[in-house]
């Protein structure tokens, strides 16, 4: 014990919870340099490409026809395939969390399904359920119905990819807080509907706008599902991530690269409203359950 | 019709109304989309028959490309593992200027769209490029070789194992690791025997996340990889190949086999996962 | 070991969380630091466990100064609050785990290591429970195998922060004749925090009462009942 005695403070103290500083600051510095060249360049090679005419140039490849109709095609897309997706979200989150019934957790795993499914067998499930050469397929096509190749399927298609989205925010959120407040609004006298509009989605509304925000990006960046559904006939069913492909492949880098930074925007903006509300309303949107 | 789903379905009758309608709509959405294309996709596997099924498969080029999807997909999803622990620990344990930053950073594979990566990629290491010079300048060449769809795959799969572990390392208690500390291990010994253990299931659920992701990720992928038969063709662009070859039986054979190696992992992993959970106790 | 607290301060940021406070704990004593929440009593725990850094003044162990020894070197059996045991190890490797840290030159053979651990347990009373995990293990049975972690680094002091506050009314009460045999049975110099003052005196050999920070008086529990120095201290022990 004595030679302790006379050196005090031999080293520096250091909490039992943390690492020695240079060990922090190593750490710190690969993480930056991971992201930097695994997230950052490509963000930034993609707005130097788009510009690299200048950002007159950039906005006229947007003014194409078909640029045009590849971003209206996609509009449409999410439009129709993100709130049917958020219904479906609020019907399985309220059922699953509202209710005990039988066979829940095979459900909750039929949900998961499309996750570990890749886009491009998921496009090729459509193809095969709805493609002229099948049963319910033909008998569309004959009626004047086509699914491949058309709206309704690239719809179907981006449905499929983003399907757990809404549902995986909610389910958790719905189940934490219980019935108690339905079960008071119904003793109060309300329908069954109005206790659901007045009081169920006001708790769970920035949960959904999380969920929705998150189906909506990557229903307007889908690729390979849509790729296989599609057909890719310009001008009519190719969205804006085809649209990109087609100009890249023909060597049309500015419409390319403006096109994909105008995705990337749309990345950015969805990112920052998800930190947004991640910062605002963490108890509120299931913070815990980040994973998708 | 509610009443017969409440009576066959509901373990304990409810006072809410709405079980029928909601259950409803689940299945109905569910199985339209999702479930009967699968089923479709499995009946028509049945129809065209097994012998047949694996005839297609069995080429050398279907097994190159399923084990060049694999093999790469395994390599990314590992350093996702090792990077997204230490990414978590960095983003939760640090205060540092631009940490929200660089969590809000973690989300972007997420969030841009695939296409966008991979020509992204593709721009920066091409051998013209920006990072692709650097590299030809050693002689390594990254974009059109296995390097490029690493590279792809290391991209998509980034958030899956951060995302997942993050929470946990909030929830570790300081006492825990104060204790490892008090009975005399030194930091790095609490790192490896106490907070690793701990951290471990949550990281093989982001690394399967994130290989399931990999596996069968197409968008960037096919930029960035040159995509020549035998050599760069990933298992998801053969069945595209197929496709417009309107080879549907290769195709949906295709599909079948990788479905059937993605959810064998999948329920590996799971196990594994499920057993350490219920061994510490973790819900 | 004999400890000595020389004019202890610490503060968290602006807040003062311990003023200046002197305190000599003879060796092998059983005494009770006392107070209110926010009184300094688990700071001033802390400190002497290593797990805090004072921000002026020394502690010395035995007379000698400790002030600068880290942690892992103090060699105090520490006792938290809520028991930070080990979840994902049983209990025989929580108990193990302080042995098995030792570098090689001091570590004892596997064999010792077994032995030691199954004396530990039969002191705590716990004989062969020692492949269940924590989960496993009740809230009583959970504070006597952290009691039994500490104790296997043969710990020249032991520190116990609240170790009944998580406790019902029952166990509570075994626990406590507990804990006075463990500290007959080792003659170890213990020092634990509460804030209930019946638990205090009934237990400690000493009682140290804490406000703010500062110590209010020190004395044998009927001494403190007796005559209590200030009014803190009589509004406190009669509440």
Not at chain 1, 157 to 184: C, N, S, Y
Not at chain 2, 157 to 163: I, K
Not at chain 3, 85 to 98: I, K, P, Q, S
Not at chain 3, 150 to 162: F, S, T, Y
């Amino acid at each position: 014990m004595s030679d302790v005695s006379l050196s005090a403070p031999a080293r520096p103290f250091r909490a039992a919870t943390t690492e020695a500083p240079w060990i922090k600051w190593a750490l710190i510095a690969l993480s930056v340099a991971f992201l930097a060249l695994m997230v950052f360049a490509p963000l930034l090679a993609v707005f130097i490409e788009a510009l690299q005419d200048g950002l007159w140039v950039a906005l006229e490849t947007l003014g194409e026809r078909d640029a045009r109709s590849a971003i209206w095609l996609t509009l449409t897309v999410a439009a129709i395939a993100v709130p049917l997706n958020a219904a479906f979200g609020l019907a399985a989150a309220w059922c699953i969390a509202k209710y005990d019934f039988r066979g829940k957790a095979f459900l909750i795993t039929l949900i998961d399904l499309p996750f570990s499914v890749s886009p491009v067998v998921a496009g090729l499930c459509i193809v095969l359920t709805f493609g002229a050469n099948s049963a319910i397929g033909g008998w569309l096509v004959d009626n004047g119905y086509p699914i491949v190749f058309a709206l309704p399927g690239i719809v179907l298609a981006t449905m499929f990819v983003t399907f757990p989205f809404v549902a995986r925010e909610l389910i958790p959120v719905m189940i934490e807080q219980g019935r108690a407040d339905e079960e008071a609004a119904l003793t109060l006298g309300a329908t069954g509907w109005r206790t659901f509009r007045t009081v169920t989605l006001p708790n769970v509304k920035w949960a959904l706008l999380y969920g929705v925000l998150l189906c909506n990006a990557r229903a307007m960046g889908e690729f390979g599902a849509v790729a296989v559904v599609s057909g890719k006939i310009r001008g009519q069913t190719a969205t804006m991530p085809l649209q990109i492909e087609m100009f890249y492949q023909e060597y049309l880098s500015v419409a390319a690269f403006t096109m994909a930074g105008l995705l990337a925007f749309l990345a950015l903006v969805t990112l920052l409203l998800k930190t947004l509300l991640e910062l605002r309303f963490a108890d509120q949107i299931a913070a815990t359950h980040r994973q998708h | 019709m509610d009443a017969f789903l409440q009576r066959t379905l509901l373990r304990q009758p409810s006072a809410l109304p709405g079980f029928g309608l909601s259950f409803g709509i689940m299945v109905t959405l569910l199985s339209l989309v999702v479930l009967i294309p699968i089923a479709a996709l499995l009946l028509f596997g049945a129809s065209v028959g097994p012998a047949e099924l694996w005839r297609v498969v069995n080429t050398e080029r279907v097994w190159l490309a399923l084990w060049l999807s694999f093999r790469i997909s395994l390599y990314a999803a590992l350093v996702n593992l090792v990077m997204g622990v230490i990414l978590a620990w960095v983003l939760t344990r640090y205060r540092f200027p631009g940490r929200r930053i660089l969590d809000a950073a973690v989300d972007l594979p997420f969030a841009l769209p695939t296409a966008v990566a991979g020509i992204a990629l593709t721009t920066l290491y091409a051998p013209r490029g920006a990072f692709g010079e650097f590299f030809a300048a050693w002689d390594i060449k990254v974009a059109y070789t296995e390097w490029g769809i690493f590279l792809a795959l290391l991209f998509v799969g980034l958030p899956f194992v951060v995302r997942t572990v993050q929470p946990v390392i909030e929830e570790i208690e300081q006492e825990v690791e104060e204790a490892s500390a008090t009975l005399g291990a030194s930091r790095a010994r609490t790192l490896r025997k106490v907070i690793l253990p701990m951290i471990l299931p949550a990281a093989l659920t982001g690394f399967a996340l994130a290989l399931a992701r990999a596996v069968g990720e197409y968008g960037s992928v096919i930029f960035i990889a040159g995509n020549l038969p035998l050599r760069t063709e990933i298992a998801p662009l053969l069945i595209v190949i197929r496709l417009e070859e309107f080879n549907y039986a290769a195709a949906a054979a295709i599909a079948i086999a990788m479905l059937t190696i993605s959810f064998a992992m999948l329920l590996v992993i799971n196990g594994i996962q499920i057993w350490s959970r219920r061994r510490i106790g973790l819900v | 070991m004999h400890i000595e607290i020389d004019e202890i301060a610490k503060s968290f940021g602006t807040t003062a969380a311990l003023h200046p406070v002197s305190l000599a704990i003879p060796s092998g004593a059983l005494i009770a630091l006392l107070g209110p929440s926010g009184s300094g009593k688990t700071t001033l725990l802390r400190v002497l466990g290593g797990l805090e850094f004072p921000t002026s003044g020394r502690v010395l162990f035995d007379g000698d100064d400790a002030t600068g020894l880290t942690v892992q070197d103090r060699r105090a059996g520490f006792v938290f609050q809520n028991y930070a045991l080990f979840r994902h190890m049983t209990v025989f490797e929580n108990v193990a785990y302080g042995l098995r840290a030792r570098p090689r030159r001091t570590r004892p053979p596997e064999a010792e290591i077994v032995r030691r651990v199954e004396k530990l347990l039969d002191l705590i009373q716990l004989p062969g429970i020692g492949t269940r995990y924590p989960n496993q293990l009740s809230g009583g049975q959970r504070q006597r195998v952290a009691l039994a972690r500490a104790l296997a680094i043969e710990p020249r002091m032991l520190l116990l922060d609240e170790p009944f506050g998580a406790l019902d009314a029952k166990v509570r009460k075994e626990l406590r004749g507990n804990l006075r045999h463990i500290h007959d049975a080792t003659g170890l110099t213990t020092v634990f925090v509460t804030h209930d003052q019946d638990e205090a005196m009934e237990l400690a050999d000493l009682v140290v009462v804490m406000s703010m920070g500062r110590i209010e008086q020190v004395g044998k529990p009927a001494d403190i009942r007796a005559r209590p120095k200030t009014d803190f201290v009589r509004g406190f022990i009669t509440a």
